[in-house]
């Protein structure tokens, strides 16, 4: 397919998003003014964050839609259309592109349902020489300011940050952990299983799940005091809000709610399910923090829409920093550290 019958291809399957006043077409997209104040840009490149052997082009663009919803979702927001950046090595052909296409039009039916904005409004088309590398930017809409309580401070436009815990706010994750690393370990192995007991934790890693209306309802409700998607690591992501916030916490490792079947497989395969947790990426729950009487509406908001949700710990004063507890009350380092790009040298 030649790059202008792609585009055509594309812009045929994207017409009338809500919010979008012109999209795919002319040299740039027009939007509806006054609509779309966030905006959230990831990145894939082959090799390095996807491997054609253990992903589909299909669960690639799942993947990076995934990423990008959950990074709006963590503002509180509710995600709106995107710009889609496309360096295409020499393992992407027609095929490639159908099936990333596919996948970015199903994750955004299944993870936004009734979300008439998401979807394609432009983008820029290249070869490149060496991986595929995918970007793509989203755009999204900060909750309104009015409901929250004198306990949460908020942006000016409305949008969570990770900014606003305070001392006594509990700790919460919506969301299980573990699971895309155990999953990533099971394929790195290639351990038995994969359509088996550990179909789940592969298809965490494939096909991860953010929690894009959990995130919305806990902005325009007002419940959470800070909130971030956790990608790279619960224990560093952690460490982003008590750092933004100038806080300390008490966490306590036991409460970290694990993916069903993640134990079970660290188990099998000898490896370190709180690491996973802890330290592993791509999980993309959500940590937040909330004042002690949002925790029951919290819970009650969880369970109406399906979502888990567990209370990990609670902030404190900042000079007493980050403490993790065993479940023995001893003071322990959470396993590995997060996932983290190192640049200079042959890691990254
Ligand atoms: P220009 O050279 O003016 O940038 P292009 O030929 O790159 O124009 O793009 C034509 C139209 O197709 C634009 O609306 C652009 O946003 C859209 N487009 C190009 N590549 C992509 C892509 N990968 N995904 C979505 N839209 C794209
Ligand atoms: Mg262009």
């Known amino acids: 397919m030649r790059e202008f019958e792609w585009i055509e291809w594309l812009s045929s399957r994207t017409a009338g998003l809500d919010g979008v006043s012109l999209g795919i077409g002319d040299d740039a997209a027009v939007l509806d003014q006054g609509r779309f104040d966030l905006v959230a840009l990831d990145t894939m490149v082959q090799g390095v964050h996807f491997r054609l052997d253990f992903s589909s082009p299909f669960d690639v663009g799942w993947k990076l839609l995934a990423s990008n919803l959950s990074d709006i979702a963590a503002m509180g927001g509710r995600c709106g259309p995107y710009l889609l950046g496309m360096s295409l090595g020499k393992d992407a052909d027609e095929a490639f592109i159908q099936g990333f296409v596919q996948g970015l039009e199903a994750a955004a039916k299944a993870l936004v349902p009734g979300n008439l904005s998401v979807g394609p409004i432009g983008g820029d088309t290249t070869r490149s020489p060496g991986p595929t590398i995918l970007s793509l930017t989203l755009l999204g809409q900060s909750p309104s300011k009015t409901s929250a309580p004198d306990s949460v401070s908020r942006a000016s436009s409305g949008a969570v940050l990770r900014s606003g815990a305070k001392p006594g706010h509990k700790v919460g994750v919506i969301g299980h952990l573990g699971g895309a690393a155990a999953g990533l370990e ?3 192995r290639d351990a038995p299983g994969q359509d088996g007991p550990w179909a789940n934790l592969v298809k965490a890693h494939r096909r991860p ?6 995130g919305e309802l806990l902005g325009e409700l007002g419940l959470a005091s800070a909130m971030l998607d956790v990608s790279d690591g619960l224990a560093q992501d952690l460490g982003h809000i008590l750092k ?3 806080v300390g916490a008490r966490l306590e490792l036991g409460a970290v709610p694990l993916m069903p079947g993640v134990k079970e497989c660290a188990e099998a395969l000898g490896g370190d399910a709180l690491a996973w947790a802890c330290g592993g990426g791509d999980d993309y729950a959500l940590a937040l923090t909330a004042p002690p009487e949002a925790v029951a509406q919290i819970e009650a908001l969880a369970a109406q829409k ?4 567990a209370w990990i710990g609670v ?4 000079s007493k920093g980050m403490v ?6 001893q003071r322990v380092q959470p396993g590995a550290q997060g996932y983290e790009h190192t640049f200079g040298d042959k890691s990254t």
């Open 186 to 188: 099971v394929l790195l």
């Open 315 to 318: 902030c404190w004063e900042p």
């Open 244 to 246: 933004a916030s100038a």
């Open 209 to 214: 799940h953010p929690w894009c209306e959990m």
């Open 306 to 309: 399906g979502a888990p949700v």
């Open 324 to 329: 993790w507890i065993n479940k023995a009350g």
